[in-house]
């Protein structure tokens, strides 16, 4: 994928989970965007890292400081698994409120996280990650578009039963059909996602804007620097039908950095004064 700027792979010991791959979602666009703001010397902490499969797995994979905090007892159990299997750290997942682990740092990694947050709870999770960076440190934020393809993909999944169907046809061993079948052989049979990036369910709460987000993360005291566009389109059915061809999701990610307002997602970088 000549479009895109990959991260230099990681050896891992047999038995380790795969590093993620690119999919619809731009996960590997996300990764080199994290890695263009955080260097392996500093110290970053990812704020709700579920598992850590997604962010805190592959980072420290490549020599990377990072950490991961999260609430959910059974996401960190299941992410100190995985790092333990690859010969990594597994005290590097802290089954932790924010508040409540040592130290400052030099970048805060929030990624898929503020959308979950309502209002009071959004705007006292932007203070203490302003209290834990250091002077200069830097937020890096990725959210949905509140009114964007990723939205609409999740209603039709969800409320019109889309994905509970297709569920029950995979138990029943029917398969995607001709579609599903058609895309195997296109994509030798591409897995993007190893494993899960959390064991919570926990709903969108938040719809930002590109212009909202940064209004929200420049109100609780932060300079923003940079926002950009992800991809193009993403959710649950264009994963399923578009995730490993890899001409689609270069073009996708092209698309989303070019007409950023219009993208499914958002990235924003930004420093504490």
Request: proline share 5%; net charge neutral.
């Amino acid at each position: 994928m000549s479009g895109l700027v990959y991260p230099t792979p990681a050896a891992l010991p047999p038995g380790a989970a795969p590093l993620p791959q690119e999919n619809i979602y731009g996960h590997v666009q996300r990764l080199s965007w994290l890695r263009e703001h955080i260097s392996p010397s500093d110290r970053a902490v990812e704020f709700g890292c579920g598992t850590g499969y997604m962010i805190t797995y592959p980072m420290r994979a490549w020599g990377y400081d990072v950490i991961g905090a999260d609430i959910d007892e059974r996401s960190i159990g299941y992410g100190r698994e995985l790092l333990a299997r690859a010969g990594l750290d597994a005290d590097a997942l802290r089954l932790a409120d924010l508040r409540d682990v040592d130290g400052t740092f030099d970048a805060v990694i929030a990624s898929e996280v503020l959308e979950h947050l309502d209002d009071a709870v959004l705007g006292a999770s932007l203070e203490l990650i302003r209290e834990k960076l250091r002077p200069g440190g830097k937020l890096l934020v990725t959210v949905p578009n509140g009114w964007g393809w990723f939205e609409l993909e999740a209603l039709l999944w969800n409320r019109l039963g889309i994905g509970a169907y297709l569920q029950r046809r995979a138990e029943r061993g029917a398969g995607a059909g001709a579609v599903g079948r058609a895309k195997q052989r296109a994509t030798h049979d591409y897995i993007a996602d190893a494993c899960p990036s959390t064991l919570a369910h926990s709903p969108h709460v938040q719809r930002f804007t590109l212009a909202s987000i940064q209004r929200v993360i420049a109100a609780h005291g932060f300079n923003v620097i940079q926002a950009r566009g992800s991809v193009l389109v993403c959710g649950p059915l264009s994963d399923l039908a578009l995730t490993g061809l890899e001409r689609v999701m270069e073009l996708n990610g092209r698309l989303g950095r070019r007409l950023p307002r219009f993208a499914a997602g958002f990235y924003v970088a930004a420093t504490r004064p």
